[in-house]
């Protein structure tokens, strides 16, 4: 949304070494953290409101509204989901594999299936995103689930026809493919 909206900011990443250490300046522990004027903002899914609010990525319909609310929340869950279950021993700890992997991996592939049935449902049908002509807040952070998912399952892509489409809309989009081509790596390359 910075990116997007030519808004200047400051992206700090902690190094993985670092962490321990700097995990004991933050207020619980956790990141992401939005430091602003007003104060240090926690938890993703209201750090995300406050920035499409403050730099026009809301939708306008009240309706519409909550039910980005309601996607924020529901990938927020999807990422703890993965990131508990999966990612953890595939990128974090290589030799903790656990002994149910292949339950493990049915329930993460069930999870994407509940969540993006959920989450694509939510679309305004005939519209380029998902509210309307313009990508907001939530047209974001379904790209970064997406992604997400795909680190270890490649077929979220093509999850549904809706979501092939939708895609295709999001990497045409000017402003948007300025915010991809901005990004840096991931702590493991990805
Ligand atoms: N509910 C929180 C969860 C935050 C969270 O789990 N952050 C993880 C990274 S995504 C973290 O900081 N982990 C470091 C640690 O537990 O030491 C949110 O959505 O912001």
Not at 14 to 35: A, V
């Amino acid at each position: 949304m910075f990116i997007m909206s030519q808004t200047d900011f400051k992206d700090e990443r902690i190094k993985f070494q670092d962490w321990s250490t700097r995990k004991l300046e933050t207020p619980m522990g956790l990141l992401p953290i939005l430091e602003t004027e007003e104060g240090q903002l926690l938890q993703t899914v209201p750090i995300n409101n406050f920035l499409a609010a403050r730099l026009g990525f809301l939708p306008q319909d009240e309706w519409d509204r909550c039910q980005s609310d309601s996607l924020l929340i529901h990938a927020n869950e999807l990422y703890e989901i993965l990131g508990r279950r999966v990612y953890i021993y595939l990128y974090y700890r290589k030799n903790e594999v656990p002994n149910d992997i292949i339950d493990v991996e049915k329930e993460a592939k069930y999870k994407i299936m509940q969540y993006f049935t959920l989450m694509t449902s939510m679309a305004r049908p005939g519209c380029r995103f998902l509210f309307g002509e313009k990508i907001t807040v939530a047209d974001i952070v379904l790209y970064c689930t997406v992604e997400y998912c795909c680190v270890r399952y490649p077929e979220t892509r093509t999850f549904n026809s809706w979501l092939v489409d939708w895609l295709k809309h999001m990497e045409q989009d000017a402003l948007f493919c300025k915010y991809l081509k901005s990004r840096s790596g991931t702590c493991n390359g990805t």
